[in-house]
C-alpha cells in the first residue's frame, strides 16, 4: 500500500497526526476510517494489517492518533470519550473535503464505541465495524478503578495504561457516565459487523453480545477465536482485514465491472509496490489486486507466493489456457488440464540439455496431466501446442527490459 503522511485540524484547531494508506494505484474504490483502541495509537502494528488487506482490495483507510495521543497535538488529561467521537467526526470532515466522504467506519476497543457514536454524525458511512469493543464507554472505568476514588476526591490522578504513565481527570469519568449507547445503537441505521474474541480479557464477549441484541440488522457477527485484544498475531488482524473488505463490498453498492474498471490503472500497466518493512509486496494487474511475498525463510511472512512462484505460475496458466483453447478449436474430448511446475537453478554442467555449459541455468520443471477420452495422437499433438504457449515461447526468446526512474 501506499502510506502517506498528513496532519488535520481538530475541532479545537490542534493539529492531529495521520497516515493515509492508499491501493497502489492510488485509485481507491472508497474511503474507510480508523479509530484505535484507547491509550493505542495509529501506528499499533494490528491497525496497519487490517489497513493492508483492505488497501490490498482498493479501500483507503485513514488511521491517525486521537488528540493527545501518538503524534497529535493536545493533552490527554484534557480529553474524554466525547472529544475522541469529535476527533473522528473532524477526521471525516478532511476526508470528504479533500479526497471522498468515508464510507467504512472501523473502530478498536473503545475507538469502536467511539465510532458507534459518532456514526449518526457521518452520514456518508453504510458500514460500520467494531473489533473488541465494550458495549458502553464507561466500561473503560474499571480500568481505572484503583485510582478512582483519587480522581473522585482531587479531581486527578495518574495511572498506568499499558505500562505508560497518564494523567485522568474527573470529567473524563463524567463523559462516560453520560454516552447513550444503547440509544445510538438502536438508530444506528447502518450494516454493523461485530468482531470479538471469546478469550478477550479486556473486553468481555459480553460486549459483543450487547451490541449485536441491541442493534437491528443488516448485523454480523464473527468470532475471533484464540486472539487477544490487542489482536498481537498478524494472522488475527490480517484476516479481520480480509472480512471486512469481502463483507463492506455489498453495502459499498459496487457492480464486479465497476469495481474492476476503478482499480485498473492505464491498460496494458501492472503496477506493483513494496513498502518499507519486509517483503510484503502489492500487485494490481488489470483490476485484480495480487500478493507477492517471500518464505519466512527468506525473510519474509510468506502471505503470497514469490515472484519465481509466479512466474511458474503464469508459464502454468498460460499452458493449460492455450491447451484448453486447442482443443476446443478441434473438438476433442479433453475435460481438464493439470499442469505441475517447479523452478529451480542447476548448474550448467549437471545439465545435459542446456546449451550453456558454465555458471547455473533455470530450470522449469513442467509436468502435464489431461483429462479426457483422448488418443494418443492427440495427446502427443497437445504436448507438442504446449510448448507454443506464448508465454512459453516468450521465454525462449530475446527479452529486453527497459529500466527508467520516475522524476
Keep these: ?119 449518526a454524525s457521518i452520514p456518508s458511512s453504510l458500514a460500520v465495524c467494531t473489533i473488541g469493543a465494550p458495549c458502553d464507554p464507561g466500561h473503560v472505568a474499571h480500568l481505572l478503578e484503583s485510582k478512582r476514588s483519587e480522581i473522585e476526591s482531587s479531581g486527578e490522578a495518574e495511572v498506568v495504561l499499558a505500562g505508560r504513565k497518564f494523567k485522568i481527570k474527573k470529567q473524563f469519568l463524567d463523559d462516560l457516565d453520560e454516552a447513550e449507547m444503547k440509544s445510538r445503537l438502536r438508530n444506528l441505521r447502518k450494516a454493523l459487523l461485530i468482531f470479538h474474541s471469546p478469550i478477550d480479557n479486556t473486553v468481555g464477549i459480553d460486549n459483543a453480545e450487547m451490541i449485536y441484541i441491541t442493534a437491528r440488522h443488516p448485523k454480523s457477527f464473527v468470532s475471533l477465536d484464540t486472539a487477544d485484544h490487542l489482536l498481537s498475531d498478524d494472522r488475527d488482524s490480517l484476516y479481520v482485514g480480509k472480512v471486512i473488505a469481502t463483507w463492506a463490498e455489498k453495502y459499498l453498492g459496487l457492480q464486479e465491472d465497476e469495481k474492476r474498471s476503478s482499480l485498473s490503472p492505464e491498460e496494458g500497466i501492472v503496477v506493483v509496490q513494496t513498502g518499507s518493512e519486509g517483503y510484503y509486496t502489492e500487485v494490481m494487474a488489470n483490476g485484480h489486486p495480487l500478493v507477492v511475498d517471500e518464505p519466512v525463510s527468506y525473510g519474509g511472512t510468506d502471505q503470497g507466493p514469490s515472484p519465481y512462484e509466479l512466474l511458474s505460475a503464469s508459464l502454468g496458466s498460460c499452458t493449460s489456457l492455450t491447451l484448453r483453447m486447442y482443443a476446443d478449436r478441434k473438438e476433442w474430448p479433453l475435460e481438464a488440464i493439470t499442469v505441475r511446475l517447479k523452478h529451480s537453478k542447476v548448474h550448467a554442467a549437471d545439465c545435459q540439455d542446456c546449451e550453456s555449459k558454465t555458471g547455473k541455468v533455470d530450470v522449469i520443471e513442467r509436468e502435464i496431466e489431461l483429462s479426457g477420452l483422448l488418443d494418443d495422437t492427440q495427446r502427443a499433438r497437445l504436448l507438442e501446442i504446449a510448448d507454443r504457449c506464448p508465454v512459453h515461447r516468450t521465454l525462449h526468446s530475446e527479452i529486453v527490459v527497459r529500466s527508467t526512474l520516475k522524476e
Design 1 to 119: 500500500m501506499k502510506s502517506e503522511r498528513i496532519n488535520f485540524a481538530n475541532s479545537q484547531g490542534q493539529q492531529l497526526a495521520a497516515r493515509l494508506d492508499l491501493p497502489v494505484n492510488k485509485k481507491p474504490l472508497a474511503f474507510a476510517l480508523f479509530a484505535h483502541c484507547f491509550t493505542c495509537s495509529k501506528n499499533l502494528r494490528a491497525v496497519g494489517n487490517i489497513s493492508r488487506s483492505l488497501t490490498s482490495q482498493g479501500i483507503a483507510v485513514l488511521r491517525f492518533d486521537f488528540t493527545g495521543l501518538g503524534e497529535s497535538e493536545g493533552d490527554f488529561a484534557d480529553t474524554n470519550f466525547s472529544s475522541n467521537v469529535a476527533d473522528l467526526i473532524s477526521a471525516s470532515d478532511y476526508l470528504a473535503a479533500e479526497y471522498d466522504a468515508p464510507k467504512i467506519l472501523i473502530g478498536h476497543s473503545l475507538g469502536g464505541a467511539a465510532v458507534l457514536q459518532a456514526a
